[in-house]
């Protein structure tokens, strides 16, 4: 098959898809305004997260639970208006999924108020049914499984999930029930590289780690830790300061593209065992 020019075609899910048939590594940051969203758009990042971690690095909580579903149309239609190629995704809020009345709503507003074309919800269990109710009215639905800020209150803090055999074996359930329930996406966050490996494997549907070593389908970051923002010295391992060394933040964002693309972000050194 002809190899196409993919950094000049709008990103769909189709396209994620391809991208992952053909072995091209996703590129995506979180962002919560309009002006960093053009910066991004600029710089070729393929998918934008309008992510529920604006309630750490843009409120100041110190966890994401606080923050609600117009905060996310908020922030997802600034972004909206800064993006012409990315793949916009938003974040449902903590229990804005709890039924599927909720999930419909909030699905209504991020997609047809605040423009985004991916809705993200965390969890499998009782989740699954909210993804296949969202799926089958075609809802882009993306996963996340792994560490899930948003039970932070039972986890007891933010830790590296799937250590021990019997949690890898429940992430690797979970990861194909989302996956038959109609997701399209999946993100593993802070989960052993070789499970992260084996995960995206096993799934037709891409993956997009964040802590999860360098065998996803695709990488995320929150912009304000690739920037060399907020975390001071006790940032988690999978963060890399891009604007280091970039000189502005726009040749941040292609650093961390080109880094993506080519399969050199991230190292060893920003993954678990
Ligand atoms: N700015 C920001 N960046 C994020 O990546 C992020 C947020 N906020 N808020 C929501 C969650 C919280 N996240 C976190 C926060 C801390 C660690 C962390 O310190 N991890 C330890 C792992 C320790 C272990 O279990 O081995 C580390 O040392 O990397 C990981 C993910 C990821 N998400
Ligand atoms: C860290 C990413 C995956 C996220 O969910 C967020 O930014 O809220
Ligand atoms: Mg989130």
Known sequence: ????????????????????????????????DASFARAMDAAGVDA????????????????????????????????????RRPLLV?????????????????????????????????????????????????????????????????????RVQGRDSTVAARLRADALALQEAGASLLVLECVPRQLAGEITQLLDIPTIGIGAG?????????????????HGSRRPRFVKDFLAGSGSVEAAFRTYVQDVHAGVFPAHEHGYD
């Open 90 to 158: 938003a974040d449902l809020p903590f229990l804005g999924y709890a039924t599927r009345e909720r999930a419909l709503d909030g699905a209504q507003r991020l997609l047809g108020e605040a423009g985004a074309s991916m809705v993200k919800l965390e969890g499998a269990g009782p989740g699954l049914d909210v993804v296949r109710c969202l799926a089958e009215r075609d809802v882009p639905v993306c996963g996340h499984i792994g560490l899930t800020p948003q039970s932070v209150l039972k986890l007891g803090g933010y």
């Open 48 to 83: 934008v997260l309008v992510g529920d971690s604006l309630g750490m690095v843009a409120q100041g909580r110190s966890s994401t639970l606080a923050v609600t579903l117009d905060d996310m149309v908020y922030h997802t239609a600034s972004v909206a208006r800064g993006l």
């Open 1 to 32: 098959m002809q190899e196409t020019d993919l950094s000049a075609a709008v990103v769909t899910v189709p396209l994620l898809r391809r991208m992952k048939a053909e072995q091209r590594p996703i590129a995506m940051l979180t962002a919560y």
């Open 214 to 230: 360098a065998s996803c389908d695709g990488q995320v970051l929150v912009m304000h830790d690739m920037l060399g923002v907020g």
